[in-house]
Each structure stands twice: as structure tokens, then as C-alpha cells.
């Protein structure tokens, strides 16, 4: 009897040892994850950070003699209030770097300003205008001076240049407003991420105005009035598949259908947001259906017992309770299509595209696809404004997420 209780009370304690490691290992695999995570989030903050900030120059500009914008020649005043900045460059060769200090858009910036403010004509104002990229590189401590001049972006004069400006106060950092005004450039300082967003939340609103009602009606269809045959076997088969397709064969089937056939207009929204729809139709499906058959089947049974129809009882009593998991699902499948890139590629939303889009069929390109593109990029100055975007990007999943969890919550029934 001895000897049994303690056979007995080994394996007790192997089998508690055994539910500890276990233990262990989860929270160890959980601690790993998130640590993979923090130094993800820390490295892209980090790197982003630089974005949201951009250097400026002070430059006395004369328009004492301009009446009116028309008597304002943008390009000539600027060029001649930076050489009045620095009387003594003279030499032609260094006059073209010197004017490499300030960005290639400084004279619409000029007509710009002039616009908000018509008092400056007849004055000779001082005024702010954006720095080149190396410019604003440097600001950001950038640029090692400290090397030799052949292996830097600054030439020994330009770095001078930039020093007098400092010593001057006529070099400041402010707050980078244009990367979320403005569309893409092909200068870094001036490259913004308005319009890839807008056409990132233009073909989201076409992908769930199409997906989520799809998605619901054949859930309910498949799940509550379909009877069980080999054809609907088939189809959940198919739908089970169609998820698990890799993204860029929708990509080719948009291309192949919705351009080559239907002639719908190329890097719009609109069909952006119908490929998008293709992909995440199975997703909103299998989850509707899981809903579905969360809702207890009692619930049902009472409906039908009281003399509801068929409809009313699916319409009434179980829709509504599954609409949490619905949204959900719906949720999670735009959050899939927020990120991705190969379906739009294959539609022509790679383009360069610098105006915003006013509309479904304007030429549009998104988010991910933007940085895509600037990730490929060959300036220095592009790479920070890529996890700039990025971490834009991660914001707007965080967001969605928080509405599904708050739709969740809202419409979640008690039974």
C-alpha cells in the first residue's frame, strides 16, 4: 500500500512539473513575441521620427517694387535673396551649390505665402522656405562632417554655408506638416503621404460597400437556408480555398476582368477597391459563418416555436446576435486589405501620383503601395519618411482594431 501511494505521488509531481515547463514555455513564447514586436515598433519610431520634422531657411526677400503677384518673377527673387545672403560666393559653380541649400519647390513656396499674405508685396519680408534634403539630413545630425569631403553628402563650402545660417539664427527645425498635406515628390523634403491615404481610404470604402453585404447574405444563405448537398459542400470548399489564395492572384484577375474586359479605368480606386473586395469576400464569409453558428440553437428553436418564419426567425433573432462577429470579421478582412500591395501593383496603383483624387475613378495609388515605392528609392532622405509612413500605416490598424472591439462590445447580446 506504501509503495503504491508513493509510485502515486511521483507521477504527481512529474505531471506537476511537466504543467509548470508548460507554463513557462507559453510565457517565455509570449515574452519572445513581444519582444520581437518592441524592437520592431522602437527601430521604425526611431528611423520615422526624422519625418515629421524638416529644416527651413530665412531669406530676405525684395518685392518692394511688385504691386501685384503678376509683377513677382517666384524663381529670380529667391535665387537673388539667397546671393544677397551670401555676397561673398561669386564664383558660378559655387553659386549653383549654394542654391542647392534650398528645395526645388522655394518659388511656389514664394507664391505661396504671397497668396496668404498679400501685405508682403511692396515689403521686403523675411521669409521661411523649405531646405534641400542633405540640408535637412544634417539638421538631424545626419551627416558626419567629421569625415573627409569625398565621402560625405555636404561639400566643405556647403557645410560652411549652413554653419553661417546657424551662427545667424536664420536655420531652424520645425514640425513637418507637408507629410501629411501633401502628395508623393520627387524630392524628399517635399514628398508627402496625403494623397496615398486618401486613395487608401477611397478603395477601403468600396471594398466593404461591396464585400460586407456579399459576405453576410451568402453566409446567411450557406449557413440558414441552403440545404446540405454536394454542390454546397463544393462551394465551402472553394471558399475555404479562396482565403488561403496568395493576394497577387486577385491582383491578376482584377487586371484580367475589371480592365481588360470591362475597360474600367486604370490606378482608380474604384477597381482597386473591387480587387480588394475579391480577396477578402472568403475571409468575411467564414467568419459571418462562424458567427452563425455561435448563436445557440435554442435561440432558433424558440423563434420557430411561436410561429416565426423561417426568415423572420434568421432575420430578427439570429442576425443580430451574430452581428458582432460579423463585424469583426469584416473588420479584421479591411485591416488585411489595408496592407496590401501585389493586387494593387497589378492594377497600375504604382503609379506616381502627385495630385489627391477626387474621386473613384481618379488615378490613386495607397498607402502600402507609397511605401513600397519610397523604400525602393535610392535618397537617403526617403528611408525615414518609409517607417514615417509605416508607422502611419501601424496607426491606422490600431485604430481599426479598436473599432471592432467597440462594435464588438456595442452590439454584443446576452442569452
Known sequence: MIELFTTAEKHLRKRHRSEWRFRW???????????????????????????????????????????????????????????????EVTD????????????ADSSYELVRQIKNNPALLGETPTLWFTASDNIDLY??????????????????????????????????????TAFFTSGDSREPELAGIFSA???SILSLTVCFALSFPLGIMAALYLEEFSSKSRWSDFIEVNINNLAAVPSIVFGLLGMAIFLNTFGLPRSSPLVGGMVLALMTLPTIIIASRAALRSVPPSIREAALGVGATRVQTTFHHVLPLA???????????M????????????????????????????????????????ADSSERA??????????????????????AIVLRKKFEHRY
Do not use: C, H, Y
Not at 34 to 62: H, N, P
Not at 92 to 103: A, I, K, N, T
Not at 335 to 353: D, Q
Not at 384 to 398: F, H, P, Q, W
Open 323 to 333: 452581428m458582432p462577429g460579423m463585424l469583426t470579421g469584416a473588420i479584421v478582412g
Open 25 to 87: 514555455l507559453g510565457r517565455l513564447a509570449i515574452l519572445f513575441s513581444l519582444g520581437f514586436l518592441l524592437i520592431m515598433l522602437v527601430s521604425i519610431t526611431s528611423l520615422g521620427k526624422g519625418a515629421l520634422s524638416r529644416a527651413e531657411i530665412a531669406l530676405e526677400v525684395d518685392l518692394s517694387g511688385a504691386e501685384t503677384l503678376e509683377d513677382v518673377n517666384p524663381k529670380k527673387s529667391v535665387r537673388t535673396a539667397l546671393f544677397a545672403t551670401f555676397p
Open 335 to 374: 485591416a488585411r486589405a489595408l496592407g496590401e500591395t501585389a493586387p494593387l501593383i497589378m492594377i497600375g496603383m504604382v503609379a506616381f501620383i502627385v495630385d489627391v483624387p477626387k474621386g473613384l475613378t481618379d488615378a490613386a495609388t495607397s498607402l502600402p503601395v507609397q511605401i513600397f515605392l519610397w
Open 139 to 176: 539638421t538631424k545630425g545626419e551627416v558626419d562632417i567629421s569625415l573627409p569631403e569625398d565621402r560625405r553628402r555636404l561639400k566643405d563650402n556647403t557645410v560652411g554655408w549652413v554653419q553661417t545660417l546657424e551662427s545667424r539664427d536664420a536655420l531652424r527645425k520645425v514640425f513637418n
Open 92 to 103: 558660378r559653380s559655387e553659386r549653383r551649390d549654394l542654391l542647392g541649400l534650398l528645395s
Open 197 to 199: 491615404l486618401v486613395g
Open 382 to 403: 526617403f528611408l525615414e519618411k518609409t517607417a514615417a509612413a509605416i508607422m502611419v500605416l501601424l496607426a491606422l490598424l490600431v485604430v481599426m482594431n479598436i473599432v
